[in-house]
């Protein structure tokens, strides 16, 4: 911008020119043309001046000073005044240029308008006064709406304050920032807290912050507000609150309740309803002067409603009435002194820790002095059940059995315990002696026994148990079918037997006893005299003999042996043992059965094996013996014997190979004769076949020559006629072609030339129509360009060379002078006569344009 000499200054335009000689600068204001001079310089191009609309302002940082008719005011040197560092807010007004050091610190910003129910918050800056009021730097204030707020550099916007609606049962609360006055006028310290309860919008001062907006609490019939002070004050109604204090408030007091600032809300309390059958007791209730007493009961019965005070509690809720009927009872127990009428009407002193119990009908609500301990119900018993009673002050135990029992307040139910082994049989529901079971049934989950039952087992036909009493050292048996109920002090005996096969001890645990018959089998190993070692396997059929079962002594010999199956078992196998160890194998072989049974049941006075063999200790009797099985137990002998047998096995089977392999040749040979015979007839049948073959064969070759030399005769000759027509057609298709390729080769230059015609003169045509435009164009550009530049324009541009050259001249007192650049040729005859002063006429304006 400084290398333009003319610098045009559009209207309400201005620029900055800098006086290089004395570094000031100055503005120049359009319109003007400006024509810069050598020693200045022009700092930007022309800007537009700063126009403020109507309700708008703008910031000036480091504004010109002005004299007291708002003219700018300059030093000695020509340049504008400022006052650095300060701001000048201006409002709407006349465009007006930046003076050199003044920057535009806020752009043109609308003026805020304050709504109603709106608030600045304003912040002195510096100390100000204006129409209404004094402020020093610090203070603060609102502006209030409806209004136009006019900015000022004093004065700092520090937030926008909008007003809080308070609709009804709403409250909002105030704190104060700093010691001031409320919209009331009551004074306010520093940290103070109020509530502002009127319907409406509510606009809070400048030193009041709003906290919260509080609603109301909407009470009803059933419920009520618990309340704690925070701080000593007194309520709307005038009763002073101390810090702690807790208190209720219903629906009496206030429909809808809104908590004061030092009061806090500690719950909801629902109202407590009892029906005519309910009861509670309630914990430190309140006294008649309001304040709880502390480790007091209280019982209400209904029918009644009322809130729990604060610090009351319902000890186990809200309970029911104890209804008895005639088979039920109450235990109860003081717990303090109780003076009462029992139930034929007397005085009775209870002491604390005494029992006593009620029996119904009957209808009780027990008083504070008096604990629940249980209630009882009468037991139904039948004539095989019974339970176990326990007196809990001398703790002697009894059996209750056949009859419908309650406890009274000195008995309680008493858990009789049995070994696991006996749960586990009890459980299971059959003998594992019975089934010759060996598996242990497991107590199904969820079907525990009820312990405070009397155990009952029903023994099995034909079946004893032993019942052993700790109490009286003695022992009884039972034989079934019958029903045995265990007495406080009485067992089972459980019986341990040996099982499996071979027996091996502890297999089977059983409680009865099965009197028989019954067989057990075992596996036995012997050796013969000749040293063969066998293993049999026997079975023996065996029966208790119990001749009275009403002789306690004879039925309980039965169990006098704790496992008979095994005393047996071994007993049978060392006689076994005996008597075989002195006969041969080969004897042994022929005569196992005689000697077995000869060994088990001995010889009687006749010299005849007898029928039975039978234990004296338990009255055990073996009735017969069976030999299921014989095998060696020396691999040498079970060898022997393998190969034996093998060899039969063999022989029989090559004597039914022998009589498979003949019948099969047979059969064989026959096959062979019938296939021979079947060949024979297919051949001559065959030859037939071919005769006719040949016949026909002759026949056809016959046919297919003749056929033949027929055909390529007629098929020549159909070729050649052919062939000549085909000539002479191709011959008029091609003349026609050589006629049509000459008619279309001469219309396609006929119609090139013509098209080719047509777009010259097209061409040409268009060609002067561009010339036409462009050179009307031409002419409109350049009446444009001379319209928009101006005569006068043209002119000025035209002389002002010329004319600064005169000047020039005028100002260095030269007359006449000559500049080239030396490559134009100059006529210098007459120039020098010019140069010595010859010229007589001197220059005027016309000869210098």
Same mark, same amino acid.
Request: with cysteine; charged share 30%.
């Given at each position: ?78 340049? #504008? ?10 409002? *709407? ?305 009894? *059996? ?63 079946? #004893? ?32 037997l040996s099982g499996m096969t071979p027996k091996r001890p502890n297999v089977i645990k059983a409680i009865c006893l ?145 009589? *498979? ?51 390529? #005769? ?136």
């Amino acid at each position: 911008m400084s290398e333009e000499s003319i610098i045009r200054i559009p209207p309400y335009h201005y620029i900055h020119v800098l006086d290089q000689n004395s570094n000031i600068s100055r503005v120049e204001t359009g319109p003007k043309t400006y024509i810069r001079q050598d020693n200045e310089r022009v700092l930007f191009h022309p800007v537009r001046m700063v126009m403020v609309p109507p309700r708008h302002y703008c910031v000036i940082l480091n504004p010109v000073l002005r004299d007291s008719e708002h003219i700018v005011t300059f030093d000695d040197v020509g340049q #504008a005044k400022l006052r650095h560092g300060d701001q000048e807010i201006r409002l *709407a007004q006349d465009p007006f240029p930046l003076y050199p050091g003044e920057e535009l610190q806020q752009g043109i910003t609308p003026l805020t308008v304050v709504v109603a129910n709106t608030a600045l918050h304003l912040k002195a800056l510096l100390d100000l006064e204006d129409e209404n009021d004094k402020y020093v730097a610090g203070d603060e204030w609102l502006f209030e709406g409806p209004g136009t707020y006019i900015p000022r550099k004093e004065v700092e916007v520090v937030q926008t304050i909008q007003a809080t609606v308070i609709r009804h049962n709403q409250a909002i609360r105030l704190r104060a920032r700093k010691e001031c006055k409320d919209r009331e006028g009551r004074d306010r310290v520093t940290g103070e807290e109020w509530l502002v309860k009127k319907v409406g919008a509510y606009l809070p001062g400048v030193f009041e912050e709003v906290v919260d907006v509080v609603n109301a609490f909407v009470l009803t019939e059933k419920k009520a507000l618990h309340i704690c002070a925070t701080k000593t004050f007194r309520d709307d109604k005038g009763n002073l609150r101390r810090t702690g204090e807790e208190w209720l408030v219903t629906m009496e007091d206030a429909e809808a309740y809104i908590p004061n600032v030092y009061e806090e809300v500690v719950g909801i309390v629902d109202i407590t309803t009892l029906n005519s059958r309910q009861y509670c007791v309630i914990l430190d209730p309140q006294g008649e002067d309001g304040k709880p007493q502390l480790g007091q009961k209280k019982v209400v019965k209904g029918e009644k409603s009322f809130f729990l005070q604060p610090g009351e509690s319902l000890e186990f809720g809200i309970q029911e009435v104890f209804i008895l009927s005639e088979e039920e009872g109450l235990v109860l127990r003081a717990v303090e002194l109780l003076e009462e009428q029992d139930e034929d009407g007397n005085e009775v002193e209870r002491k604390p820790g005494d029992r006593w119990m009620i029996r119904g009908p009957a209808e009780y609500v027990p008083p504070v002095e008096v604990e629940v301990v249980v209630l009882r119900k009468a037991i139904p018993l039948d004539e095989n059940e019974g339970i176990y009673v326990r007196d809990i002050k001398t703790g002697k135990v009894r *059996a209750v059995v056949g009859h419908t029992y309650m406890l009274n307040q000195d008995e309680e139910l008493w858990e009789k315990e049995l070994p696991f082994n006996v749960e586990q049989l009890l459980a299971s529901g059959k003998d594992p002696v019975a089934d010759r079971s060996n598996r242990q049934t497991l107590v199904p989950e969820g079907q525990e026994r009820d312990k405070t039952r009397a155990v009952t087992y029903r023994v099995p036909h034909n079946a #004893a148990i032993q019942v052993y009493d700790y109490r009286e050292k003695k022992s009884r048996v039972v034989f079934g079918p019958e029903l045995v109920i265990l007495g406080p002090d009485e067992q089972f005996t459980v019986l341990s037997l040996s099982g499996m096969t071979p027996k091996r001890p502890n297999v089977i645990k059983a409680i009865c006893l099965l009197l028989g018959p019954d067989f057990c089998t075992d596996l036995i190993n012997i050796e013969t005299a000749d040293h063969a070692r066998l293993q049999i396997q026997l079975s023996y059929n065996w029966h208790f003999q119990i001749k009275d079962k009403t002789d306690a002594a004879e039925a309980s010999t039965i169990f006098s042996v704790p496992d008979f199956v095994g005393d047996a078992c071994k007993a049978i196998a060392s006689r076994i043992r005996g008597a075989v160890a002195s006969v041969q194998f080969d004897d042994f072989h022929k005569n196992s059965n005689r000697i077995i049974c000869s060994a088990v049941f001995g010889f009687d006075e006749a010299l005849k094996i007898r029928s039975a063999f039978k234990f004296p200790q338990n009255n055990l009797v073996i009735t017969s013996v069976d030999i299921q099985s014989v095998e060696p137990v020396d691999q040498r002998t079970r060898d022997s014997l393998q190969k034996s047998v093998q060899l039969a096995i063999e022989i029989t089977t090559n004597s039914q190979e022998a009589t *498979a392999r003949h019948e099969a040749e047979r059969l064989e040979q026959e096959a062979k004769g019938r296939l021979e015979r079947q060949r024979i007839s297919d051949q001559a049948e065959a030859e037939r076949a071919r005769k006719e073959l040949l016949e026909l064969e002759a026949l056809s070759t016959g046919v297919e020559s003749t056929g033949a030399a027929k055909a390529e #005769a007629q098929s020549k000759a159909e070729a050649a006629r052919i062939e000549g027509e085909g000539a002479v057609l191709q011959a008029k298709l091609r003349a026609e072609a050589l006629a049509i390729e000459t008619e279309a080769e001469l219309q396609r230059l006929r119609q090139a030339r013509s098209e080719e015609l047509r777009y010259t003169m097209d061409k040409n045509k268009l060609e002067v129509e561009k010339t036409e435009k462009l050179a009307e164009l031409e002419i409109r550009k350049f009446q444009e360009m001379i319209k928009s530049i101006g005569s006068e324009t043209i002119r000025d541009i035209a002389l002002a060379g010329p004319e600064l050259q005169v000047k020039l001249l005028k100002g260095l007192g030269i007359q006449s002078t000559l500049i080239t650049d030396g490559s134009s040729p100059i006529n210098l005859f007459t120039t020098a006569h010019g140069m010595l002063g010859l010229t007589t006429k001197p220059l005027t304006d016309k000869d210098e344009e």
